[in-house]
């Protein structure tokens, strides 16, 4: 059996057999899981042919014939780390669930599963509507697992948080159907394969409007400004472990699918609202983190830093060049290994402390050198210090976007300058400042050690060496941006008198 198919319908599986599973043993069975699923990913890497710009690992299967839906999946230099981010980041968050009590542990840890199938079918999904259907799929085990175990008012969330995922779900659904339609009038029958689609262009008008439909739903998913009005709520009312996951993994899903499914299709489209989407970018980086720098409950100050680092990775994106595309798909990994351990931290530090208000969580270094020292690492690299793969990846945005939109990246430069300040506001005021009150500053147990030194040591090698992820990206991301390129000559000479 091909291993990508292997590596997706694992956790599912897994996540169906805790529902009869013994109460008291579904968090070793679901751990086990996630480890399996995490060595399937490492040995995807393994077989990866670095170099080779097209799909790898190639399901292709007859689903639904008579609509001209594939079922196949494959695996990129785009989608390769972004896979073993998913495998890392549920294999966390579920190691860290498993350490302690959680309510109805047969549903919960079924809905992970659900959930870490989704995310791996968008990842791997190359036929549009098999992509549209994973992209829904994810809303569904999130809804039930803030809705279910949150906190708080999170009926009110999750309520709202679909409302907003829904619209953009439901448009995009529209703009893929609408798509296959249009494009087989030149294809001569109905098909929703990806690799077909991108070579039969629709026309420009029909482009322009199919493009918002996706970015619509794009940005909702990433959060993005203006329209992530659902995602304060959302983040107050999650379980930490899954709010690490909806932040850190869930939210790259939206900046995959420009790369995958926007670019490549819609290039007239790509290029024509090129600066409408930099400015929605450039819009997220200042108020991500102008808000973060504000904020005192430490779940939205890393909330609002992610919509901040999304804003760059969509610049990254919408730069049209190979350098930007390649520090995006870089940087995505980047800031999902860093927040990931960031919601972990948090929940260390709200159980030490009882609260989440960055003000009352002062001198939790005091007597856990190991936990601040991770914590210290993990800093440096969301603020993008010289020497942290982030610095490489924000580094590859700029130079794309000095070489693509000069002034946008001089704005851009502004948002390296305050994630400084929000990052370091952070670790300052929760490590050192004076012990609160009712807080207690203890050491790292061995059972969470056993969570985040993994993380760290991870964000410690990419930092040692990108290339790795760098090397194995770089076609993919040339063969999207080439089209894209093209097309951009095509309209720079129309447009000259």
Do not use: C
């Not at 108020?287 to 504000?294: I, Q």
């Amino acid at each position: 059996m091909n291993l990508v198919n292997v590596l997706l319908w694992v956790p599912l599986a897994v996540g169906a057999a805790a529902l009869a599973w013994p109460r008291d043993a579904v968090r070793w069975l679901s751990l086990a899981g996630t480890i399996a699923t995490l060595g399937l990913a490492i040995a995807l890497i393994a077989d990866f042919q670095t170099g080779v710009a097209g799909p790898q690992h190639v399901v292709d299967e007859s689903w639904i014939p008579d609509l001209g839906v594939r079922y196949q999946l494959a695996v990129d230099g785009i989608s390769l780390f972004l896979i073993l981010l998913t495998a890392i980041g549920w294999t966390a968050a579920t190691a860290f669930s498993a350490f302690r009590p959680v309510d109805r542990p047969r549903t919960y840890y079924f809905l992970l599963g659900l959930a870490e199938t989704a995310t791996l079918g968008a990842f791997m999904a190359q036929d549009l509507l098999l992509f549209v259907l994973f992209f829904d799929l994810m809303l569904v085990p999130f809804f039930f697992l803030i809705g279910s175990f949150g906190t708080g008012d999170r009926v009110s969330a999750t309520l709202k948080m679909i409302v907003y995922t829904l619209a953009g779900s439901l448009l995009m659904l529209v703009g893929a159907i609408a798509t296959a339609i249009l494009a087989s009038e030149e294809i001569g029958h109905l098909t929703f394969s990806m690799a077909e689609l991108r070579t039969h262009v629709l026309s420009e008008g029909s482009q322009d409007w199919i493009f918002f439909f996706f970015a619509a739903a794009f940005l909702v998913k990433m959060p993005a400004v203006p329209i992530h009005g659902w995602m304060p709520d959302a983040y107050r009312a999650a379980p930490l472990p899954v709010l690490a996951l909806l932040s850190g993994v869930l939210a790259k899903v939206g900046a995959y699918g420009f790369l995958r499914v926007v670019l490549p299709t819609f290039p007239d489209a790509t290029v024509q609202f090129q600066e409408l989407i930099l400015v929605i970018a450039l819009a997220g980086i200042l108020y991500g983190s102008a808000m973060a720098f504000t904020q005192t409950n430490v779940r939205l100050i890393a909330g609002y830093s992610s919509i901040a680092q999304l804003g760059f990775i969509t610049a990254g994106i919408f730069a049209l060049r190979p350098d930007g595309g390649d520090g995006s798909v870089l940087q995505m990994v980047n800031h999902g290994l860093v927040v990931v351990p960031i919601f972990l931290i948090i929940a260390l530090l709200a159980e030490r402390t009882g609260t989440e208000d960055l003000r009352e969580m002062g001198g939790q270094a005091m007597r856990a050198p190991v936990l601040a020292a991770m914590f210290l690492i993990i800093t440096l690299a969301l603020l993008a210090m010289p020497g942290s793969a982030n610095f490489i990846g924000e580094f590859y945005i700029l130079n794309g976007l000095f070489q693509a939109k000069v002034a946008y990246a001089f704005v851009a430069i502004i948002g390296v300058a305050l994630a400084a300040f929000y990052a370091i506001r952070l670790f300052q005021q929760t490590m050192h400042n004076r012990l609160a009150r009712e807080g207690t500053s203890r050491e790292i147990s061995l059972r969470d050690g056993f969570v985040l030194a993994p993380l760290v040591a991870t964000i410690v090698a990419v930092a040692l060496y990108p290339g790795f992820i760098l090397e194995r990206g770089e076609a993919s991301v040339e063969s999207v941006t080439a089209a894209v390129q093209g097309e951009g000559e095509v309209v720079a000479a129309r447009d000259v008198p």
